[in-house]
């Protein structure tokens, strides 16, 4: 259970009543520096496990590193571009999220590995909000970067990576995130999204 | 709400404790044919909206069609594969999802359309199940029929498509589905999909 302060969290701004977990999810920049713990971690990772995907391929993978070992968070720090970097330094979980592009029985193309990897990420989501962990997902990241560090396979793509940790103190960021951090959220109107046919 | 006995609901078998949402979400294909309310459908939408993506960009569009309205759902469903129609036609709602493919800034080419387009469908899938509405996604699709019957812009991507409704009896399905309605789930292990780097 998290013993930081529970302060500046931007809850959703929703014009229809949505579950109270959609509506704290939120990607901060500032996280506090206590640890997370391996256990909560891996129940992290069941929900991303049993989240739906195209003939159930579940296409995702995880390349994690904890802050604790400094050796692994440190490989896995240079997969970020240089501005994520910056403030993802300060989470006590870095995750590279990986796309199988191709289906296990038949070596076809998956064309919906890396929407299948979104869906899996959001169900970890859920779950980390659930235990007051925020996650904050970057798609500022050097893929050839990982493919020569972790030697990573030609059908593997890597797509995506995020932090997980407890809030911190947006005054650890420097001045234009600080001011990010606290800024208000915005959404296109659903009027926009949805196309009545 | 629903008044549709709650039945043959397949929960994930999940090794490590999850939300209890994220645990009772699944795929069927037997739908009732009770209608999903439009503010309801409205609040599943609301929730799509609020996911995380690539810049902020918001790349999901959806066209909605609820059974309601025949000359809709018979058009939308023209886009779905064979064995897809075959049961699909009886949900109450269909969807289709939708990336927009470059970014609203500057045109680029965004990456992470596909990617965050399964966000925001999962987001709506959370939204569901806690309404006791059920949500089945299809990768059989015919995007260049969608394309046609549409007139969808070149850089909108149909991806996906989806069905969302109440539970239904296995019996309403042919055999084989039925089969497949009633059997177990299943899930690569959790070691298969984290790489401790």
Request: net charge neutral; hydrophobic share 35%.
């Amino acid at each position: 259970m998290a013993t930081t302060t529970k302060q500046n969290i931007k809850q959703a701004n929703a014009d229809y009543p949505i579950h109270k977990l959609i509506q704290k999810r939120w990607s901060p920049r500032s996280f506090s520096d206590e640890s997370v713990d391996p256990e909560l971690l891996n129940q992290l990772f069941e929900a991303a496990r049993w989240a739906p995907s195209s003939y159930n391929e579940q296409p995702w993978r995880f390349i994690v590193a904890r802050k604790e070992d400094s050796e692994a968070f440190e490989k896995l720090s240079q997969v970020m571009n240089d501005f994520n970097k910056g403030w993802a330094k300060d989470a006590p979980v870095l995750v590279l999220g990986l796309a199988k592009t191709t289906f296990d029985l038949d070596g076809r193309k998956n064309k919906h590995a890396g929407h299948d990897l979104g869906q899996a990420i959001a169900h970890l989501t859920f779950e980390a909000t659930r235990h007051e962990l925020y996650v904050h997902q970057m798609a500022g990241i050097l893929p050839q970067k990982a493919e020569q560090l972790y030697k990573i396979p030609e059908d593997y793509e890597p797509m995506t990576m995020f932090t997980i940790g407890y809030k911190g103190r947006p005054e650890t960021l420097g001045e234009k995130l600080q001011k990010q951090e606290t800024s208000a959220r915005s959404r296109k109107p659903l009027d926009e999204i949805i196309i009545n046919s």
